[in-house]
Each structure stands twice: as structure tokens, then as C-alpha cells.
């Protein structure tokens, strides 16, 4: 299984930036990495993806180090909508799998 | 907007009866996933279709089945429930199987079993 390492819980205050961290040190080159959120009693949203370099759209952003064994999810804004379950994932290759991990849980203070 | 609908979004049933949730999606997209999210678990996925390909994961039980008759929908069977089986059933779509895709997801279906 492709294994991420995530904080179990971050807090953030609204309109300010978050940052969320994950280490995926076992990913291989062509591995892509993916970020999902579950927002309460709701199915999981697609935030953002990359595969080595930083990438924004208009959810966030995806900061990927140098040697992808780590990434970072920017959300620049935080607002109470955005506090979810975040999912840092990893696969490549034959496995077009996705595989959740625990997760993150990101609350939003007003 | 195109989406993945699932019905009903709470489903209960007793112990041992069969249960069927039911999945559509107008993506047309060719990949259709279920996956089972147990209280303050992550999704696990159950198995998946690729087209008319059925593909099982291994630590799947085979009290779960599913079908999929045509390209827009897709069934989950529970053939004899336990209370084990309660849990949110999630139904996603890619449009190819590719590890790049992205996965849409539907709101899912709540299962409790009496």
C-alpha cells in the first residue's frame, strides 16, 4: 500500500492561510500525488494533483519538495466551508488506485 | 451539472436481509468505484468496474457483489448483511484508469443494519 504520513488534526483561523503537510517518503518518480478532501457527511471533493512541480488552481495550491518525498497543501484563505477531512494520496504507474489514508482534520475557527 | 447520484442517501435494512444501493452518473466516464467508509474511517475500496471489466479487491468479502448493466449505472449487492456492514457506501467514476485521473465522487449512501 502506498503509505502517507499526515497529522491526525491542524486548526486554522478563517481568511487565514493553511498549511497542510504530508510525507510520502516511499513515492517513486512516476508516482502522481493527490489531495482530496471529505467534507461532513459527504462524499470526498478532489482538491488538486502534481507530479513534481507546484501546481494552483483555484482551490489551493500543491507545493511539492524537491525530492517528492513531501508536499504541502496551500489553501490561502481559509473560510468555515473549508474545514474537511484532507487526504494526501499517492500512486503512479499500473495503480490508478486511490488508497486513503487517515487523513488530516482541518478545523476553521470563525 | 454532470454528476455521480446515489440513491437512497440512508438505506436501512436487517441482519441478513439482501440490500442493493444503487450508483448513476452522467460523466459517461468508463470507471465506476465502490468504496466502504466505516465511522471515523477512511474510504476502503471494495472493488471497481472498468467498462464490463470487473475488478475485486482481495480482502473484499463475498457477501459484496456488484453489477453494472450498462455505462451509467452501477449496483452494490449485499447478499446477507451483518451489523459489521454498516457503514457509508461510496460510489466515484474516473474516466479512464489512469493513476493521474481524477475520481468523482457521489455523496454516498448511509447503511445501517437492525
Known amino acids: 500500500d502506498a503509505k502517507t504520513t499526515q497529522p491526525n488534526s491542524m486548526e486554522s483561523n478563517e481568511e487565514e492561510p493553511v498549511h497542510l503537510p504530508c510525507n510520502h517518503s516511499?513515492?517513486?518518480?512516476?508516482?502522481?500525488i493527490h489531495w482530496y478532501r471529505q467534507l461532513p457527511s459527504q462524499g470526498p471533493e478532489y482538491v488538486i494533483h502534481?507530479?513534481?512541480s507546484n501546481v494552483n488552481n483555484r482551490m489551493a495550491s500543491l507545493a511539492i519538495a524537491e525530492d517528492r518525498k513531501s508536499s504541502t497543501l496551500i489553501l490561502h484563505r481559509a473560510t468555515l466551508r473549508d474545514a474537511a477531512v484532507y487526504y494526501c494520496?499517492?500512486?503512479?504507474?499500473?495503480?490508478?488506485?486511490?488508497?486513503f489514508g487517515k487523513g488530516t482534520l482541518l478545523t476553521v475557527n470563525p | 451539472d454532470a454528476m455521480v447520484i446515489q440513491n437512497p442517501r440512508y438505506q436501512v435494512t436487517q441482519f441478513g436481509k439482501p440490500v442493493t444501493l444503487s450508483c448513476s452518473q452522467t460523466?459517461?466516464?468508463?470507471?465506476m468505484y465502490w468504496y466502504q467508509q466505516k465511522s471515523s474511517q477512511a474510504p476502503k475500496l471494495l472493488f471497481h468496474?472498468?467498462?464490463?471489466?470487473?475488478?475485486n479487491e482481495a480482502d473484499t468479502p463475498d457477501n459484496f457483489q456488484s453489477r453494472r448493466p450498462n455505462t451509467s449505472f452501477c449496483f452494490l449487492d449485499i447478499r446477507s448483511p451483518g451489523l459489521g456492514d454498516a457503514a457509508m457506501y461510496l460510489c466515484?467514476?474516473?474516466?479512464?484508469?489512469?493513476?493521474?485521473?481524477?475520481?468523482?465522487f457521489g455523496p454516498g449512501t448511509r447503511l445501517l443494519v437492525l
Open positions: 468496474y472498468y467498462d464490463k471489466d470487473f475488478n
Open positions: 460523466l459517461n466516464h468508463n470507471v
Open positions: 516511499t513515492i517513486s518518480g512516476t508516482d502522481y
Open positions: 502534481g507530479l513534481t
Open positions: 466515484a467514476t474516473s474516466r479512464v484508469a489512469k493513476s493521474q485521473e481524477t475520481q468523482y
Open positions: 494520496i499517492f500512486n503512479g504507474g499500473s495503480n490508478y488506485k486511490l488508497t
